[in-house]
């Protein structure tokens, strides 16, 4: 397969991370610390769609460097990278619920038994298995506590108490960023046969994803959020156990094998993963996604996660100094890219909209979640964000 500088514009990496920032032109003028939210686009990314739209508007669909079936492979190869997986377990669609509602509606699961949810889980990790109740199954949540290993608690005893067949499962709590322990988890499910889902939404890209490791069945996750891709696109991942004759409930135009032979018509399928692209891909974004990829890649994978980790504990030990209390006060020693700002540690009233509007009209970008105020950093936040951040908070706070 070509090498990817012969497709892809060069991209040259930053030798500080002031640098890294100033490739987001949004943080020059504002601070994103909504990067679990939405990310915003990187110059390189859109130097690539713009590089790609002039080879479009000249060649077509016959464009030599981005042709669909090689920006697709190397998508796999660099998601596969991340995932520690094969680039054949992993397939293209537009959002998690997509991939959650094609897997759950794919799979048999039987009647009488229960899928696991983690209580206030995200919207489209808990949609997409409802269906399953009129069908015998039922669907229940877990309370997940103050801390990692309150929370296993609450899980092994779900577990205990009735016939569990599937967990669905973020590793990373939306709201305020509770890291679970993934490897304790699926030991779990594993001693109890159960199916283990993973929406990693909330953690591909910056918590250590071993999905062969930790025996995932299933996984999606979105592109536009810690993989800094265009939003209406997201990645799944199928384990090998998945059985060899596993048909995708919808069938397209892609489903087949040799699909670009339109007659006669087949019912032979393409390999699990590929499934779940039914027809004519949004192959911008695939170009979009591609370039983000390389960014991260370039920068180096691991280096990206461990900075992650760097700012979001300069942040945090900032809010804390100014009397704030955190979600990650109970698990002080664990890692996580969003900051769950949760109160006063003097008990005074906490108004978390209020803080949000305040940092809004001084451009610094949080959001409101299960009554935190949430804060997710990445790569483009530097040291003088952190210091702008905590002198607009001292205002706020009449320091
Ligand atoms: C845990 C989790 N899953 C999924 C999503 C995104 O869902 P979708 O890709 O269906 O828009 C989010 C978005 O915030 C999320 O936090």
Known sequence: MPNLN?????????????????????????????????????????ETMADFFDEYSRYGIFAPRYSEPKIKEHIRQKIAEILACEPHNIGLVHNTSEGMNL??????????????????????????????????????????????????????????????????????????????????????????????????SQSVGHVTSEFVKWEVD??????????LGPLGMGVVYISDKVPKDFEIIFKGAGSVKNDSNYLPYRSERKPPADQFEHSTANFNDWVYFLASLHMLSEIGFSKVKNRIYEVADKISLRLKALGFTLDSDFYPDLKSGIIGVNGFANGKPFVPEEIFAFLKQKKIYSAVRLGRLRLAPHIPVTESHIDKLESELKEYLNL
Not at 12 to 23: A, C, E, G, I, Y
Not at 36 to 42: A, E, K, M, Q
Not at 164 to 181: Q, T
């Open 6 to 46: 012969s497709i892809l514009p060069p991209f040259s990496v930053p030798t500080d991370w002031d640098s890294v920032s100033k490739l987001y032109p949004i943080q020059s003028d504002s601070i994103w610390l909504n990067f679990c939210g939405i990310s915003p686009i990187s110059t390189y990314a859109k």
């Open 103 to 200: 897997y759950s509606q794919s799979i048999s699961l039987p009647k009488g038994s229960r899928i696991l949810i983690i209580e206030n889980e995200y919207p489209s990790n808990v949609y997409p298995w409802e269906h399953w109740q009129k069908k015998g199954v039922k669907i229940d949540f877990v309370p997940v506590g103050k801390t990692p290993e309150e929370f296993l608690g609450n899980l092994e005893n779900e577990f205990r108490k009735e016939k569990v067949s599937l967990l669905s499962i973020s590793p990373v709590h939306w709201c305020f960023g509770m890291p679970f322990n993934m490897e304790k988890i699926s030991k779990i499910c594993k001693s109890y046969e159960a199916l283990l889902v993973v929406d990693g």
């Open 218 to 227: 299933f996984a999606v996750f979105a592109a536009w959020k810690w993989l």
